[in-house]
Nanobody
Framework: QVQLVESGGGLVQAGGSLTLSCAAS????????MGWFRQAPEKEREFVAG????????YYADFVKGRFTISRDNAKNTLYLQMNSLKPEDTAVYYC????????????????WGQGTQVTVSS
């Protein structure tokens, strides 16, 4: 079992930046690929970014490439999402998730989820 707790969300103006964190506890953090998803009101939860166990692989949704950066610190059991050049359409609840397998981009590939943190981007 892995417990995940997101933090760092908030209200920011368009063009601004935020860094989300996801603190993991329970099983060995380094044994899981990690990812960030987001869900806007009345929309499906969608993949944002993923990272492999040892950070040697990352993958991004097209709509965040060049603006968001996923990273992890296995010594601190923490996952990060640096978000720059934020747009109003980035407004959503952001979730971190852990997958037993390799780097993953689909919801069903992830085994554990956090409760989410709200990001609101004003125009």
């Amino acid at each position: 079992q892995v417990q995940l707790v997101e933090s760092g969300g908030g209200l920011v103006q368009a063009g601004g930046s935020l860094t989300l964190s996801c603190a993991a506890s329970g099983r060995t953090f380094s044994g899981y690929a990690m990812g960030w998803f987001r869900q806007a009101p009345e929309k499906e939860r969608e993949f944002v970014a993923g990272i492999s166990r040892s950070s040697d692989g990352t993958y991004y949704a097209d709509f965040v490439k060049g603006r968001f950066t996923i990273s992890r610190d296995n010594a601190k059991n923490t996952l990060y999402l640096q978000m720059n050049s934020l747009k109003p359409e980035d407004t959503a609840v952001y979730y971190c998730a852990a997958a037993r397998g390799a780097i993953a981009t689909k919801k069903y590939e992830y085994d554990y989820w956090g409760q989410g943190t709200q990001v609101t981007v004003s125009s």
